[in-house]
């Protein structure tokens, strides 16, 4: 069973689709899946390492989401922190997904491009498009994919959630249903552990604000 109980907004923020859900749930909804149905199909295919099974997760995520909403009065609607409600629900259904999997591969398929991947900032090449930096880009990526392959699975998803999905902390935090600074925790773990699986590369192709932003607290 997928939880879909929604995570509330802080009070002073305001999310303009958020609003309009509340206003008009089924004239709005398109709107929510043009933007995040790339964002959440990239989560889940790290999380499950299959092209098909992640557009299926993806998919199947908009679908119990829009359910749920159904069953929301406007108030309900109004309060709700969508991005991390919408990657909670991905997660769930991802970690369905890959139940009774002996491990949960990440790498990314051949057949999905490079060019079509969605990547963090970060593991963007600032170089124009050069075909030996296509290909160094390329196999960053699918050594990144195989380093988290060995992360337990708490550390690769608060990673996958904080470097990859882009959510602040606390987005992280709601969607994981944890407290902030254990996803704080989980993800400064997770880095140390990434580091060391990376073996004997140069740069490490996160950068290093990780480490500030928990030294920081």
Known sequence: MVDTAPPLAPPDTGDPLVAALANDLAGTFERVVLAYQDRLFTFALRLCGDRRDAEEVTQDAFIRAYR??????????????????????????????????????????????????PVAPQLRARADHEPEQVAERADLSRRLA???????????T????????????????????????TVKAQVHRGMALLRTAWLEHDTFPLNNSEKKEHDDD
């Not at 922190?81 to 139940?99: D, F, K, M, Q, S």
């Not at 608060?158 to 600074?181: F, K, M, N, W």
Request: charged residues 25%; aromatic residues 6%.
């Open 68 to 117: 749920a909403l159904l069953t929301y009065d406007t108030a309900r609607i109004r309060a709700l922190a969508l991005r991390p409600w919408l990657y909670r629900i991905t997660l769930n259904l991802a970690r369905n997904r890959l139940r009774g999997r002996t491990s949960a591969p990440v790498a990314l398929p051949e057949e999905h491009r490079e060019e079509e991947q």
């Open 146 to 156: 195989a380093a988290l392959e060995t992360l337990p699975p708490r550390y690769r």
């Open 158 to 181: 608060a990673i996958v959630l904080r470097h990859l999905g882009g959510l602040p902390y606390p987005e992280v935090a709601t969607a994981l249903r944890l407290p902030t600074g």
